[in-house]
């Protein structure tokens, strides 16, 4: 596509419910990554996946955060048991090549756990 | 790993004036220097990067320069419009490691 698409655009769920938010990433784009982004703060970065390697993890807060890439492309990000703190706007970005090029980011998913 | 400070958080001018921005880095091997604006309520936009075999890259009325002695680059726009009220974070990286992200300034251009 023409650019990064990511769904929904807003969730609201009930604390303790598992959701789950989706990427598309632009065509032909190997990186991807998320990051997170709570009210008036900075960048967080989540989780990176490079073409077919294993994806740098480090960023993820807790065991009840994992996401999935397929095929190279569309990722989902899962958070289990969701928790008030974890209310943010969840940010995808993808870039044509490694982590020394410039990112495009989707719109982003803003969730609010009640 | 890498530590990227920037300043100010906020800056405040008025419509015509210049504005600048300034980050600084810890890691030598850092050679990739990326600035994003984020609108409010929109998402990050790469507006000019650099790399660290350039000193300085200029686009319309923003320029970015690069210190690679002092380990510092900064982000400057001339003749600031109120478009160009926005948060701008500064980032750097190299091929070994995540983008290490600024926290961010806050520019308000007063018309």
């Known amino acids: 596509g023409a650019g990064v698409s990511q769904s929904p655009s807003n969730k609201v769920t009930e604390k303790g419910k598992d959701v789950e938010l989706r990427c598309d990433p632009i065509?032909?784009?190997?990186?991807l990554y998320w990051y997170r982004q709570s009210l008036g703060q900075g960048l967080e970065f989540l989780i990176y996946?490079?073409?077919?390697?294993?994806?740098?993890k480090s960023g993820l807060p807790s065991d009840r955060f994992s996401a999935e890439r397929t095929g190279g492309s569309v990722s989902t990000l899962t958070i289990q048991r969701t928790q008030q703190e974890d209310s943010a706007v969840y940010l995808c970005?993808?870039?044509?090549?490694?982590?020394?090029?410039?990112?495009?980011f989707g719109s982003g998913t803003r969730l609010t756990v009640v | 790993g890498e530590n990227v400070e920037q300043h100010p958080s906020t800056l405040s001018v008025q419509e015509g004036d210049s504005a600048v921005i300034k980050c600084t880095y810890s890691?030598?091997?850092?050679?990739?220097f990326p600035w994003y604006k984020q609108e409010l309520g929109k998402r990050p936009q790469l507006i000019i990067d650099?790399?660290?075999?350039?000193g300085e890259k200029k686009d319309q009325r923003i320029a970015v320069t690069l210190n690679k002695t002092a380990k510092h680059f900064s982000l400057h726009i001339t003749e600031t419009q109120p478009e160009d009220s926005a948060v701008y974070f500064c980032?750097?990286?190299?091929?070994?490691?995540?983008?290490?992200f600024g926290r961010g300034t806050s520019l308000i251009v007063h018309p």
């Open positions: 970005a993808s870039s044509f090549a490694g982590r020394d090029y410039g990112y495009t």
């Open positions: 650099i790399r660290s075999n350039v």
């Open positions: 996946f490079q073409g077919n390697s294993a994806p740098d």
């Open positions: 065509s032909g784009h190997t990186a």
């Open positions: 890691d030598s091997a850092s050679n990739y």
């Open positions: 980032a750097a990286s190299s091929g070994s490691y995540i983008p290490t």
